[in-house]
């Protein structure tokens, strides 16, 4: 917004700064300056002059000291005599152990849920809006601890598995549902898996070639060749040839009750399992809506062109459909994503030790750094959702429609 | 002519014959929605099972529910081995779980009042249809809902409300001058009544004053939700219009702020409300609890309300900008007048879903020790000796008041959605 009448030259008074739209905003900017400096100004002469009569200061050596606690599920190699820092590390990682899991899960549930929600079928269509609105209605909060109760006082503790008759018994001989957590089968590296392994990542590469080669084909001479039992073949088969060649060097370790309590396997914590399963149920009824609303937002006449231009039914919706769909799925998902990784910090509530638990609880409270553990706190969320964003915008200008 | 003795020529009309019995009512509507195709059945079937088995897992547990006693083991008593709620803890404890522990038993009519004209209040904001004079209720319920549920004496919150009322005032008059002026004159206008009234402390009509920690309970939920999202609505307003303004130091102030708390979970800011913040302030000033995570709570919202109305501002076409402009309004009247209305009216969705998140994570502050609904619920009722193990029914009733309240709001913002609906579909 410019005036039109330009006032002459050399005539500025000070009321102009106010009146005159050319002056008026870099007063409002001065002004909100000085406001943001004073009230940081403020803030931090009170932080000091509090530190000063506490006889404290900011510092983060506390990091570099003994934790003196114990964490319940430790990823690398933890004791009580390991440094803060590590204890922060642990906890790092066990928020984004959980986070994978319920992201992994609940994208699942959710596409499950959503293409049910547009399904013929009546009975399955209710459901599923039970299911979303149920969900989506209360809070995350009340679902962790309903399902941190189901694993706790419902399930069977370990010596119920014991005995001629025993009350309990494994999920097919491999699972054990326990009120200390679930214990569930893991594999053993043996020496030369890791031949298998290279074998199974060779042929994913291979894999992806040979979907290319099919495409060069068809766009060069029109020839369609098949694509769905060769890359399931090239997918298996070496690597199981492989795992036999290498004399079966994975093996898997079955949990058995031994003592008061299982061994073996790998045991994934009651509180493990809440927090995984309610973040992925809670956030797969918001994806299940997200993923209705893509559907729906591509147009009918886009099916009915492809229709017309003689595409069979699962090429309409590989080609046509869900390309258009997921440009609007996949940014309110990522941002879903972010969700999951945030309301993870909701396992103080049970007691699962993600970074919340370890540096924003028990090393604050041990410490008595509040100012440092909550400053790290953020800046390791911080980091994620600003990098997980810029990833976004990536894509978001990537798919973003080439007009003319 | 031909002779028409003879031709066979109907006069009247057939009457219609009803459609095969397969093409009507319930036996039309079920081959159609349930079982087109033989996948259909097969998903029929498995659905109609899982709600057959859901209805077996829970209706015992429903029916053969237990009203009356006074502990758990009394509830298994009764029970005698088979399956059953015990409802009793409900009964027994409602009032904890509406109000907290400690709110004084016999003032549970001021918490209960002010939910009732809450409705009253809310009705004129969201029912436009209702007179404009309404909103003067609106206006007076904040005051008015404080003075109930925390008590003291009524004068309290009626000078902060005049305080307000004379910079309204003081503005309104001065305007027409110079707007700056108004707005100086309008603040100390402002700060000279609230001196009154604190110097003249007077005693009238005075309720017994609660304490802030001895609120808590679903009210508490309530009095966050509620108040944060009605503060952080202006202020998501103004933090969107700053991020979209041409003055690089407001929009940078405002992006800064914005994808700093969209990028921390709320537990950190409480953490910062609860540990963290009295570092920053004198130490003779000490705020209540609720205060500092009311901040907290309205500073988080604001920035996601800011996000959901730039993405209205931002959808709508550059002309509605450009006619504004044209017309000569300048940026205030553009923004009330002309592009306001429309973002807001195209973010209502998006406003509504945060205000539901809100209000869902308003559970939130039982983790640094509040008392409300979750709070109650894991703290006195299951640490309580006659009630420890129960833990459906309790978590069956919050989970139910939560889901009241969100699916209310998610419905009339779908009705409002088709109010405000002005193109033609």
New interface residues.
Partial sequence: MTSLSDPQAGSFRLSMLLNDTRYRSYTFQFVALMCIIAVFGYLGLNLAANLRTAGLSISFDFLSAPSGYDINQRPIDYTSQSTHLRASIVGIMNTLIVAVLACATATVLGVAAGVARLSPNWLLRKMMSVYVEAFRNVPVLIWILIIFSIMTAVLPPPNAFRGENPTATMVMGAFAFTNRGVYAPWPIWGDGSWVVVATFLASIAGAVIYRRHTTKVLFDTGRLMPRGWPTLAILILPAVVMFYVMGRPITLDYPALKGFNFQGGVNMLGSLIALWFALAIYTGAFIAENVRAGILAVSKGQTEAAASLGLRPNRIMSLVVLPQALRVIIPPLISNYLNITKNSSLAIAVGYMDVTGTLGGITLNQTGRAIECVLLLMAFYLTISLSISAVMNVYNNSVKLKER | MADLSRAFVRRDMLPATPPPVGETGLVKWLR???F?SPI?TV??LV??F??WWLVLAVWPWLSNGVWTTTSLAACREVLQGKTGACFSVLTERWHQLLFGFTYPADQYWRPTLGFVLLFVAAAPVLFFKLPRRLLIITAVYPFLAFWLIWGGSITVPLFVALGFVAAALTFQALAKQAM?QAALAAVIAALVVWWIGGQADLQVLVLEPVASRDIGGFMLNMILGVTCVSLSLPIGILLALGRRS?????KW?CVIFI??V???????LL??AN??L??????EVTFDLILRVIIMITLFSAAYIAEVIRGGLAALPKGQYEAA?SLGL??AQAMRLIILPQALKISIPGIVNVA?GLF??T??V??ISMYDL?GM??GPIQGATEWN?V??EL?AF??LL??VV??GI?QYSQWLEQQLRTDHR
Wanted: glycine share 4%.
């Fill in positions: 159609e929605n349930l087109s259909n998903m029929t659905s109609a899982v709600i700056a041409d003055m690089p130091i407001i102030i994808e700093f969209r990028g921390v979970p709320l537990i950190t953490f910062v540990v963290v009295g570092y920053f302030l004198p130490p402009d300048d940026y539901v869902k994570d559970t939130l039982s983790v979750v619920v894991r193990g833990y459906w978590f919050a989970s939560f889901f969100c699916y998610s």
